[in-house]
């Protein structure tokens, strides 16, 4: 079931917006050669804490810290070490959340690590326009078969492709809830977007086969053939005026 949010409701998702994406900007601050990714985790906990709300990954299906965070080939659910330090040249893909008074915010963007190729830098790009092309069709009426469409058919025209195991999803007093967002798929078809809905709009995407693998861990996801990956994310509301996105921070 699609749960529709009321004005009440969006407002505690634009606080929970808020303080994920200016965790998320923290995140990036961080980044830097030397840095461990267990370090950026304590750094985003603590902001999150201090502005009164929690970490929406933290334990959730057993998820032992903060924030994911994915390095290079790593695709999603990278779990933060102090063995994992980065290096001139990593592509690091942060995802966070908050949950403000029982709403969650939800948002991931791709950080260089100081100097890094062209080749990678191109990745980053079309992963974040990718983003942009998705939620200008998050307009009331259509369907999220033309979010899926647009994000799949920017992506493919640059020669990447966009992973299909995972995909983005409805959020609210849920971490995940209905309607699943894919990331392709065929316009026109899928759920109906109406006023009061608040999707997570989130292409994965990879350099080379869209194929994953997970780990042993049971949450690092890689690509299956160790090229890089990068991931850009927001939380959006659906109004009568066009997609708001909630995960800004300001
Ligand atoms: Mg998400």
Redesign the pocket.
């Known amino acids: 079931m699609i749960i529709l949010k009321s004005s009440r409701e969006l407002s505690l998702m634009r606080e929970a917006g808020r303080i994920s994406a200016r965790a998320l900007k923290l995140a990036g601050e961080s980044i830097e050669p030397g840095v461990t990714t267990a370090e950026i985790d304590n750094v985003v906990q603590k902001y999150i804490e201090s502005e009164g709300a929690k970490p929406s990954f933290l334990g959730y299906g057993g998820f032992p810290a903060s924030v994911c965070i994915s390095v290079n080939n790593v695709v999603i659910h990278g779990i933060p070490s102090k063995n994992c330090v980065l290096k001139q040249g990593d592509i690091v893909s942060v995802?966070v959340?908050a949950c403000f008074q029982g709403f969650h915010g939800?948002n991931?963007w791709t950080f260089p690590c100081g100097d890094i190729s062209k080749e990678a830098q191109a990745l980053l790009d079309a992963t974040k326009e990718s983003l942009f092309k998705g939620i200008e069709q998050a307009q009331a009426g259509a369907r999220i078969g033309d979010i899926s469409n647009a994000i799949q058919q920017y992506v493919e025209a640059r020669s990447y492709s966009v992973v299909r195991d995972f995909v983005?999803?409805g959020?609210g007093a849920n971490?995940?809830e209905e309607p699943s967002v894919p990331n392709f798929g065929v316009p026109g078809r899928g759920p109906r977007l109406m006023p009061g809905m608040t999707i997570?709009i989130?292409p994965m995407v990879n350099q080379g086969t869209y194929e994953v693998k997970v780990l042993d861990d049971e949450w690092t996801t890689i690509t299956s053939d160790g090229k890089l990956s990068a991931h850009f994310?927001h939380t959006i509301s659906i109004t009568q005026d066009g997609p708001v996105i909630l995960t800004l921070p300001d």
Request: charged residues 35%; aromatic residues 0%; hydrophobic residues 35%.
């Open positions: 995802d959340g939800d991931a983005g999803h959020v971490l995940h997570a989130e994310e």
